[in-house]
């Protein structure tokens, strides 16, 4: 099983509702997006379970899970906490199905986060293409939404590659570690959501890590400001109007 999840600080502060409502819609769409692709290597390697249930799709809705889509991640927004923890429903892999199990496993895991660093490298692209050609601001509905989902999905792919099972990161490890020590480490599966818990939770206060967050953060800020920089304009020459 493979899950994608979110901790995040990023929220804009005195982001409108309808800025809010688009940058929700490309998460979730990244998060449709980041599931397929678990779905699409998993059908490459031998199984096509998820095939099979409808999961290889770019629809986000067979991707969307009540609980972890909708209703925690509301809830949270709603208590004003300072971060954002949810996910999508998980795509079924069998083990034992697949070609080369520990290796195919790994590279189905891999699939999800590298979907989302493409999304953010799309939607830089056209953020650039919005400033520089279309005349907007960074200041502007369409820019800052698509800025807002680079970074979204930048945190969805570190989030994701970090070691801890259920994490896409955990089933890399997995195949790295020597054989003797894999089925221990794959053990823990069961305690997955305790795992995560502990890892997005301070149990004392109740709030995300700060340094987990501002190191994420600081990751995506570094990569989506280089949509907030211009060329410099040569001497002797003025900026097209």
Aim: hydrophobic share 50%; net charge positive; proline share 8%.
């Amino acid at each position: 099983m493979t899950l994608s999840l979110i901790s995040s600080s990023l929220v804009a502060p005195g982001m409108d509702f309808q800025t809010g409502a688009f940058v929700v819609a490309f998460l979730i769409l990244s998060l449709g997006i980041h599931e397929a692709a678990h779905a699409w290597v998993a059908n490459l390697c031998g199984d096509s379970t998820a095939k099979d249930m409808g999961r290889l799709t770019l629809n986000p809705i067979p991707h969307i899970d009540p609980l972890m889509t909708i209703l925690l991640p509301a809830a949270l927004i709603l208590s004003g906490s300072g971060f954002i923890f949810g996910g999508a429903k998980p795509v079924p892999v069998l083990y034992s199905r697949l070609r080369q199990p520990a290796r195919d496993m790994m590279l189905v895991a891999l699939a999800g986060p590298i979907s989302n660093i493409l999304i953010a490298i799309v939607l830089l692209l056209a953020t650039k293409i919005l400033v520089y050609t279309g005349g907007m601001s960074m200041g502007q509905l369409a820019p800052q939404v698509l800025i807002m989902s680079v970074r979204f999905n930048l945190l969805l792919a570190v989030f994701n590659m970090i070691p801890v099972p259920p994490l896409d990161g955990s089933r890399v490890l997995a195949y790295l570690l020597p054989s003797s020590l894999r089925p221990s480490f794959q053990a823990l599966d069961r305690y997955s959501m305790l795992l995560i818990f502990v890892l997005v939770m301070d149990p004392f206060t109740g709030v995300a890590p700060k340094r987990l967050r501002g190191r994420v953060y600081q990751s995506a800020q570094s990569v989506s400001a280089l949509a907030d920089s211009r060329p410099a304009t040569p001497r002797g020459f003025a900026p097209a109007r």
